[in-house]
């Protein structure tokens, strides 16, 4: 009796929400009868249903299982094999799970990579002009008494650089701090220029060394370190400069006009003479997209750079001791599963990665990345 067993199934499936074995019956009956919508609602809404939890900072193992099911029914392996290794990292396990490594830096993945404050027309106008928020706040070594990294200094020197060369970025300097801790800290795009904490020239986590080398590279390539240092209550009156800068007629609502007289002055002292003509209808479409958005251009940032290493090292335990180093925690993320749950519900960047890595953007970024 095709109804009776449908029944019992679609019961069975509300009494148990979270049983991986009762969701694939009910997948494979639709299947059986040929009711592939009904099998497209009922994966739809079983991986809502899970991502609500995580977005809610409930990391309950079961929906991961679903969540990997719901990859594996609809055939995408890697994707149900990155959601695995999510839940890996969760419980403290080893992770298997291959990275796209420098890869994950190809700018064509930036649209599956970056917050959604980060939109098309922003990304393009930071990588025209964003060396000037550079040069309006910039970060000089000496004040962290850094000096350059000489290539002798071991294998951490030619990592950063073939992930630069692999990412496209020519001539990257590289220098060490013995102030910052066990960090990389990303601090020009003309020249390219990053800052290693002396802590981490000898860390015996190396694919969380390479997770914060590559987070800090992505920030050079998209000309975007700046968005970083900026004060997030400095950075709204920084961001309408840059904007007014190429639009003098626009003028953003709500900001002190002398503050932001003074930012306008000094962008315009480091800008060239001469922009491209699209570059004020960039800026001007920037700007009415952004809205009073512009203080979440950092954490969005940094969210985008995460995503990347992410990407790049695909070991999300990896990514969290990387940053909780940046946490000043040297031991890295906690390793029991219950405290690593809490800790990971209570830092906003470890959540969002956490949550970004079982979406289906990062499934289609690890796709177009090559890896299968």
Not at 1 to 12: F, P
Not at 220 to 233: D, E, F, G, I, T
Request: glycine letters at 6%; charged letters at 20%.
């Amino acid at each position: 009796d095709t109804r009776k067993a449908e029944q019992a199934l679609e019961t069975a499936r509300r009494e148990y929400p979270t049983d991986v074995v009762v969701l694939r019956a009910l997948a494979e009956f639709y299947t059986r009868h040929r009711q592939m919508p009904a099998v497209h609602i009922l994966l739809d809404r079983a991986a809502a249903e899970a991502r609500r939890s995580f977005a809610a900072g409930r990391f309950m193992p079961p929906l991961f299982e679903v969540m990997a099911a719901v990859y594996d029914i609809r055939g995408k392996k890697d994707a149900a094999r990155a959601v695995q290794a999510t839940l890996a990292a969760l419980n403290g396990a080893p992770v298997q799970i291959q990275g796209a490594e420098a890869r994950a830096g190809d700018p064509r993945l930036d649209e599956v990579l970056a917050p959604e404050v980060l939109t098309p027309a922003l990304r393009a106008l930071l990588a025209r002009t964003g060396d000037a928020l550079d040069a309006v706040f910039p970060l000089d070594p000496r004040a962290v008494r850094a000096t350059p990294l000489p290539p002798a200094a071991g294998p951490i020197y030619n990592v950063a650089q073939a992930i630069a060369s692999g990412m496209q970025i020519p001539g990257l300097q590289v220098f060490v701090s013995p102030t910052i801790g066990p960090t990389c800290i990303p601090v020009s795009s003309a020249p390219p220029t990053i800052i290693l904490g002396e802590q981490l020239l000898n860390a015996p986590n190396t694919l969380a060394r390479t997770f914060l080398i590559v987070r800090a590279l992505k920030l050079v390539q998209a000309h975007a370190s700046a968005l970083l240092r900026v004060p997030p209550n400095d950075l709204p009156v920084l961001i309408a400069g840059w904007l007014q800068v190429f639009n003098p007629s626009w003028v953003p609502q709500g900001l002190n006009p002398a503050a932001l007289a003074d930012a306008v002055r000094r962008i315009q002292a480091v800008l060239p003479r001469r922009n491209d003509a699209d570059v004020g209808l960039i800026a001007l479409e920037v700007a009415g997209s952004l809205g009073n958005q512009a203080s979440a251009l950092g954490p969005g940032a940094l969210s985008w750079a995460d995503r990347t290493g992410l990407l790049a090292v695909g070991d999300m335990s990896a990514a969290l001791d990387g940053i909780a180093w940046v946490m000043g925690m040297p031991n890295g993320a906690p390793k029991g599963p219950a405290e690593r749950a809490a800790w990971i519900g209570r830092v906003p960047e470890a959540k969002e990665l956490f949550v970004y890595s079982v979406s289906d953007s990062y499934a289609e970024a690890r796709m177009r990345a090559g890896l299968r």
